[in-house]
């Protein structure tokens, strides 16, 4: 059994200052997802997360991570005829970067319904997805709503990030659509404050709404009532990712049990560990490094 099942795509990332002119370049990999089960893992939960890597240095680094973090990857389907996503991400002005995807026919686009373990979800306690996945392809899509099926028909938590990647939909009423028909699932929603445009139609039955403001902070109106939290002062290396590392914080105290308020703090707290480093995951923290 495991307390957070999740999936979704890894991505290689390769960034720079500039990568025309630099003669070294910082080498990771990355992905909504992975950086949740990491955050979780990290806080000493056990995680589940599934997803197609390739046969590739990249695939097997995206293993070796996961594995390293204790989280269980033996549900990973293994891509012997796609190569790993590449992300470039080069950085521009102060914090600002521009990224440019390379991921048409990426092994972790090719996740599919089979792929999907149906006792693994059934027998957790937590599904989190995010609207990153269905946006890959139509075998994406279809995985994605039938882990939700699945968990819903369980009685399982179902988790939903919104996460809407402009440039992976063909337009914004095709990602309004999309979105919407995944929200509409959640017994926990994450979104944006810019998000909730894009799923307004299913927040009237959403349980418990988590909406993130960056500088301002974050709110959970759970079962009517709505409680708000500062974000933490800390100094931004790479806000990339920043996302995953909340909806790991949110859920790990969900897990155990705290307040709504206390959920947002240690949401807000795993959100600073997480921008204080160049990685989405690598600075996150373990349970002895939370903040009392």
Do not use: C
């Not at 990857?73 to 990224?99: K, M, W, Y």
């Not at 968990?151 to 095709?174: F, K, Q």
């Not at 944006?192 to 109106?221: F, H, M, N, Y």
């Not at 290396?237 to 947002?264: E, I, K, N, Q």
Request: glycine fraction near 10%.
């Amino acid at each position: 059994m495991t307390e957070v099942f999740t999936l979704g795509e890894a991505l290689g990332v390769v960034s720079a200052d500039r990568i025309r002119h630099d003669m070294t370049a910082r080498l990771d990999v990355e992905g909504a997802e992975l950086t949740v089960a990491v955050g979780l893992a990290r806080l000493g939960h056990t995680v589940t997360w599934l997803g197609r890597v390739s046969v590739d240095e990249l695939g097997v680094r995206t293993l070796t991570v996961l594995r390293g973090e204790g989280v269980d990857v033996s549900h990973v389907r293994i891509d012997e005829t796609a190569p790993t996503g590449i992300v470039i991400r080069q950085r521009r002005i102060g914090r600002l970067s521009h990224a440019v995807h390379y991921r048409e026919g990426s092994a972790g686009s090719r996740l599919s319904t089979g792929d999907v373990p149906a006792e693994a979800i059934q027998s957790a306690r937590v599904l989190h997805v995010t609207g990153i996945t269905p946006a890959l392809s139509g075998y994406a899509w279809s995985a994605v709503h039938h882990a939700v099926k699945l968990a819903t028909d369980a009685g399982v938590l179902v988790s939903v990030d919104v996460n809407h990647r402009p440039h992976l939909w063909e337009s914004v009423e095709e990602a309004r659509q999309a979105l919407s028909e995944l929200a509409v699932s959640a017994d926990i929603l994450f979104a944006t404050q810019d998000e909730l445009q894009l799923v307004d139609t299913a927040l009237p039955g959403i349980p418990e709404l988590v909406v993130t403001r960056g500088a301002k902070g974050a709110s959970a109106t759970v079962d009517g009532l709505r409680y708000d939290t500062q974000a933490a002062p800390v100094t931004a290396v790479d806000p990339t990712g920043v996302g995953g590392a909340f909806v790991a914080g949110y859920l790990s105290a969900l897990l155990d049990g705290l307040h709504p308020a206390d959920r947002l703090k240690r949401g807000i707290s795993l959100a600073a560990f997480s921008v204080a480093g160049p990685s989405s995951w690598q600075g996150l923290p373990t349970r002895a490094e939370l903040p009392p």
